[in-house]
């Protein structure tokens, strides 16, 4: 997949249809490409893609916390989308107390 993207396929088109069609198998998806492939140009490209909607929004919350320790251990920037990921999964829990 990175490999097809980084030819040309469509990244942010496809990456869409995924979180329409599956946002927690896509959140799923992105934490898996930042442990596995964190200083992949179209991992850091796909994270930086805002989740479209509240389910993908919701779903990319739950993972973002894992997200950016595996972009940490591998002492890659932190995309803006993870961090409001992770802002609206804390207020969450805050909210759910």
Avoid: Y
């Avoid at 934490?31 to 596995?36: G, M, P």
């Avoid at 993972?63 to 804390?90: Q, T």
């Amino acid at each position: 997949m990175l490999s097809a993207i980084a030819n040309g396929l469509p990244g942010e088109e496809i990456l869409n249809l995924a979180w329409q069609q599956g946002p927690e198998q896509t959140a799923a998806f992105l934490h898996r490409l930042s442990q596995d492939f964190p200083e992949h140009a179209v991992t850091a490209e796909l994270l930086h893609k805002e989740p479209p909607n509240d389910q993908a929004r919701k779903a990319f919350a739950g993972i973002s916390a894992s997200i950016l320790v595996n972009l940490h251990e591998a002492r890659c920037p932190f995309p803006a989308p993870v961090i409001v990921g992770l802002i609206a999964a804390a207020n969450s829990a805050v909210v759910a107390r």
